[in-house]
């Protein structure tokens, strides 16, 4: 266990990280990336990813099927089971899966994961000796989500949490939460493939829950949230000011709610959700007979993109999925195309979790990771929809990018101008492309206009390289 205060075992130097611009994120050569991922949060036992079998060969299938982030899930519990005591331990594991994903070019975010808060109230995330619910009974017990609806203690604990009330030492709640952060950042700086931190999953408002329906948000708990956000931001920042800061809005944003969360500083990403799941809650409330769920997910983009405009952070979509359901799954990613944002799809594997809305394989895109991800351990039609031709790192700043299913053509466009700054890149640099082989089986053919393809025939990486002259660059990929 390692003291609150006492720096974590990491080197002198930190390890260059990606860094925002705008609505950008971009790597330490300046290339704008889009990510392309999953989940991977182990919510019982060791809380520990390693400990679900996921390893080398996990990282290895999502590496060959173009996949390039995963986030990795940390409990809160698991990080700090006494107060001001954390377990570098159970860090090391993280840091372990974390240089697995590294190894095979894939970037992590790190995520302080919660639902429902704690087992307590059916769910997962905080320590034991951060639960206050002034004594109130854990019912009725609905699970998830529908505890967060009518389970008055989960609400209390909440509260109290917004309320940065004193725990153990007469130490605000909060005030420890950003100290594990800070914790969390500094043991991390020197580990490489580290992309962001993610600060708290899908923060919910407590007992003011009925009054941040969708579609007018929550001004009223969201300078809490704002207040919260910044206080786990400023914590890190004094250790770490180089690594990406996610900030999320409360929980049915989900369900198209306005945000009005304001975190200052650089280098900020919006992480934000969207599922059908949170617009069931919102059709419950509103006492609708059906779910119209292409309404609230018109406003979830609205809202991401006014939000992102007017903040001028990167946005990426940290969550969705969690079903087996196609078509929405693939709304979703020709969405985040359309949007030129990124996505982490919830979730690798079943994994046993206690808060999820269906049965392991509804949300699995891996059965067990117990097992090779080949043949019937892989859900391959859902890999079919996910894995989709992308560009993954731009020199220069994407304008439009789109797959077409029926007809498997691909197509980029983007400038040479670097989304970091001023300046465009040269002549012979270069830009990757995921093309992945579950959509070209008997290979692929690149046209270019402003580049030249320098990979070797149907990789499933292209690589083109800038010439000079032409502007936009445009890349199209079509079936052989």
């Not at 043991?187 to 407590?206: A, K």
């Not at 020199?395 to 007809?407: E, K, L, V």
């Amino acid at each position: 266990m390692a003291s609150i205060g006492l720096a974590a075992p990491a080197s002198a130097e930190t390890e260059p990280r990606p860094q925002q611009h705008d609505r950008w994120i971009v790597d330490p050569d300046g290339r704008a990336l889009v990510l392309h991922g999953v989940n991977m949060v182990n919510k019982v036992g060791s809380y520990k990813p390693g400990d679900t079998g996921f390893g080398a060969d996990d990282a290895a299938f999502l590496a060959e099927h173009g996949f390039t982030t995963v986030r990795l899930g940390l409990i809160w519990k698991a990080v700090e089971p006494s107060p001001g005591e954390y377990d570098d331990a159970y860090l090391a594991s993280i840091q372990e899966t974390t240089e697995l994903l590294a190894a095979e070019g894939i970037w992590t975010m790190l995520d302080f994961h919660q639902d429902l808060y704690h087992e307590r109230y059916q769910g997962e995330g905080a320590p034991d000796w951060a639960v206050q619910d002034n004594g109130l009974p854990a019912q009725p017990q609905l699970g998830f989500p529908y505890n967060y609806l009518g389970m008055p203690a989960l609400l209390r604990a909440f509260d109290n949490f917004w309320r940065n009330s004193p725990g153990p030492g007469g130490v605000g709640l909060q005030d420890r939460y950003a100290a594990a952060w800070r914790h969390v950042a500094e043991y991390f700086s020197s580990t490489l493939g580290v992309m962001g931190f993610d600060l708290f999953n899908e923060p919910w408002p407590g007992t003011l829950w009925a009054l941040c329906i969708p579609p007018l948000g929550c001004p009223t708990f969201d300078a809490k949230l704002s207040k919260f956000s910044q206080r786990a931001t400023d914590a890190i920042r004094t250790v770490d000011q180089q690594t990406v800061v996610y900030y999320e809005p409360y929980g049915l944003f989900n369900g198209g709610a306005k945000t009005y969360v304001r975190v200052n500083g650089d280098n900020l990403g919006f992480s934000f959700h969207d599922y059908c799941v949170f617009d069931a809650l919102v059709a419950v409330k509103l006492g609708l007979e059906t779910v119209p769920c292409k309404l609230f997910n018109d406003m979830v983009w609205k809202n991401t993109e006014s939000h992102v405009k007017s903040r001028s952070v990167t946005p990426l979509l940290t969550e969705f999925g969690a079903t087996d359901d196609l078509p929405t799954l693939q709304d979703i990613v020709d969405r985040a195309a359309k949007h030129r944002t990124g996505w982490q799809y919830w979730h690798y594997c079943g994994c046993n979790d206690p808060t999820t809305s269906g049965p392991g394989d509804k949300q699995a895109l891996v059965r067990d990771p117990q097992q090779a991800p080949t043949g019937s351990d892989v859900l391959t039609e859902k890999l079919k929809v996910l894995a989709v031709p992308h560009p993954t790192a731009v020199s220069g700043t994407p304008t439009s990018y789109a797959f077409d299913r029926t007809s498997g053509t691909f197509e980029l466009t983007y400038s040479t101008a670097k989304a970091a700054g001023d300046g465009s890149f040269a002549a012979g640099s270069q830009t990757t492309i995921a093309v992945p082989a579950i959509q070209y089986p008997d290979g692929y053919t690149v046209t270019a206009s402003g580049a030249t393809v320098v990979s070797p025939p149907n990789d499933p990486e292209l690589v083109v390289e800038q010439v000079a002259g032409t502007e936009p660059i445009k890349v199209t990929v079509t079936k052989n």
